[in-house]
């Protein structure tokens, strides 16, 4: 049994806050991402699993079984920091093996358990070498090795690849994903990167301020943003953000903005005639309309284009706020040219101004 429970958890530093009433189940051989912005409690809550920190209140239960107490060794736990925390002196059969030595396991043991590892993450032609004479990447498989050596029921990894590129930092992103497939072993991983977070999860624990904000895969927490945080931090470019007033009318409802007129029938949302809401809509879901296109449009001109490959990013200028869409390259205006953009009402999402929450109807 590897399922962690944290019921009511707590963490404070004098009468500083860091983790407030924390609630949260993790599965066993579930694959889970705590994101979040630097400084909203995310690594602290790891070390907290791990007992490399206090609990100022609440429970943590690992299997079943309450750990506040106990010592990290005795959890059944094993944990990849950020920085390789590689012996220098040692070969990496050295560095991988360490653990083992200390608990006494007899060389036998230990060699085919290292080369097992070894093989897995391909480090067989370095178990020989020194940590100096590897790449970021490799001794960050090394520092994996020695943490999947011990067989753990839960695997902590605290921002992990942060050290290194970024086409290793992809590399690595593939290699991890792999491995949890094949060891089925209960994840816990903290990152800043979203990007990480939605390739690497079965589910995301967004938190902000050491509180969570939304828990849900990474499908849902992008399509369902509960809340104007979420919305903002989930996908690359950002969402675009306009404040209006809603209205009745005859066939549904209109978002009245600055110098800004958008009419849908509203049917997904709870809408109260004269709200005022944070219409959502994300870079991708702005098409290119033509000269007659009607409906919902964004008209304005081009301020700065980024090239990004086969898409390109368009700003420009709309009801006096700053507007991004993500269009295919070959649909790129030329900058300072008019454009216009049109949108469906399915990608729309709609927040209270005074709450930030989301104003889409919950389904039953």
Known sequence: ??????????????????????????????????????????????????????????????GGKVVNDLDPGDRGIAMVFQNYALYPHMTIFENIAFGLKRQKVPAAEIR????????????????????????????????????????????????????????LRNHMRV???RLHQALKTTTVYVTHDQLEAMT?????????????????????????????????????????FIEATVSRAENGWTLNGARTVISIEGRGFDLQHGERAVLGIRPPDLKTASGDAGGNLLLGTADLIEFHGNDALVTFGSGGKEISALVPARECPELRAPVRYAFDEESIHLFDVSTGMSLRKRAN
């Open 175 to 177: 290699e991890i994903a």
């Open 200 to 240: 690497l999860a079965d589910r995301i624990v967004l938190l902000k301020d050491g509180v969570i904000e939304q828990i849900g895969s990474p499908a849902e927490i992008y399509r369902r943003p509960g809340n104007l945080f979420v919305a903002g931090f989930i996908g690359t470019p950002n969402m675009n």
């Open 1 to 62: 049994m590897s399922a962690i429970v944290c019921s009511h958890v707590d963490k404070a530093y004098g009468a500083t806050s860091v983790i407030r009433d924390l609630n949260l189940s993790i599965e066993e051989h579930e694959f889970v991402v705590f994101l979040g912005p630097s400084g909203c409690g995310k690594s602290t809550l790891l070390r907290m699993l791990a007992g490399l920190e206090d609990i100022s209140g609440g429970e943590v239960s690992i």
């Open 112 to 167: 085919k358990r290292v080369e097992a590892v070894s093989r897995t993450l391909g480090l067989d032609p370095y178990l020989g070498r020194k940590p100096t004479e590897l790449s970021g990447g490799q001794q960050q498989r090394v520092a994996i090795a020695r943490a999947m050596i011990k067989t753990p029921k839960v695997f902590l990894f605290d921002e992990p690849l942060s050290n290194l590129d970024a086409k």
